[in-house]
């Protein structure tokens, strides 16, 4: 079965510099959750889209963005990177028309190491 | 506060063996849904097992079970016959507002349990 794709699956980066990941959801899935999990840490939930609209948020901070396209894809860019960004970052897809015993699908995750 | 609690930082296992781990949960919304996944140490994060707040019965799914104590607010998970693929980190998560057979809430995490299994 398809499962939730994200790219890139390792990013190395600079302090100051840019970086965009992107999350392709799990087809017929409607909605896309970003979570960060820091090193040792549990995973904190960032923000979340249903039908290309924001429809939650967490913890981002100002100099992260995102959005989702009309093919339901999603790209989290983030600016300024600090030493602290870096992290393991998920995306996950349901739908909202799923049964409640559904969980979130997770995607293997980008790993971000800020330099 | 925590909405999310998992006290037990480490847990070690003998091989075939079952397992508990702790997982007590705070929330005042009456419909919410209880989730346990796996992360191995190659980090991906692996669907276990569902509880909603309304099922009268207690999850299972294969090996696992879940222990759900309503009044107790607290979700433990039971991994029957442990084997060594079952060594990984262990998240217990809550997703509220959990009502109508839809649900697009985010999960809030629990600080996660090591479980070392041993032959």
């Known amino acids: 079965a398809a499962g939730v794709i994200q790219s890139p699956r390792h990013l190395i980066k600079e302090k100051r510099e840019t970086a965009t990941l992107k999350c392709y959801p799990i087809?017929?899935?409607?909605?896309v959750y970003w979570y960060q999990q820091g090193p040792g840490q549990d995973p904190q939930f960032l923000i979340s889209f249903y039908e290309k609209m924001q429809s939650d948020k967490g913890s981002i901070p100002d100099r992260f963005s995102a959005q989702q396209f009309s093919d339901y894809h999603s790209e989290l860019n983030m600016s300024s990177l600090e030493l602290g960004d870096s992290a393991l970052y998920f995306c996950?897809?349901?739908?909202?028309?799923?049964?409640?015993?559904?969980?979130?699908?997770f995607g293997d995750g980008t790993r971000l190491s800020i330099l | 506060a925590q909405k999310i609690t998992q006290t037990q930082p480490g847990m070690f296992v003998q091989e075939k063996e079952a397992v508990t781990l702790d997982c007590t949960y705070d929330t005042s919304d009456p419909s919410y849904g209880l989730f346990w996944y796996k992360q191995p140490s190659s980090g991906e994060m692996i669907f276990l097992i569902y509880?909603?707040?309304?099922?009268?019965q207690n999850a299972t799914e294969g090996r696992y079970s879940l222990n759900f104590q309503k009044a107790r607010k607290s979700a433990n998970l039971v991994i029957s016959a442990s084997q060594l693929g079952d060594s990984a980190m262990y998240f217990c998560?809550?997703?509220?507002?959990?009502?109508?057979?839809?649900?697009?809430?985010?999960?809030?995490f629990g600080q996660g349990t090591i479980l070392t299994v041993h032959p």
């Open positions: 087809p017929r899935h409607d909605t």
């Open positions: 996950a897809s349901s739908t909202q028309g799923q049964a409640r015993d559904q969980p979130q699908h």
């Open positions: 998560a809550m997703r509220e507002g959990d009502a109508g057979g839809t649900s697009y809430g985010k999960l809030t």
């Open positions: 509880q909603g707040s309304y099922d009268q």
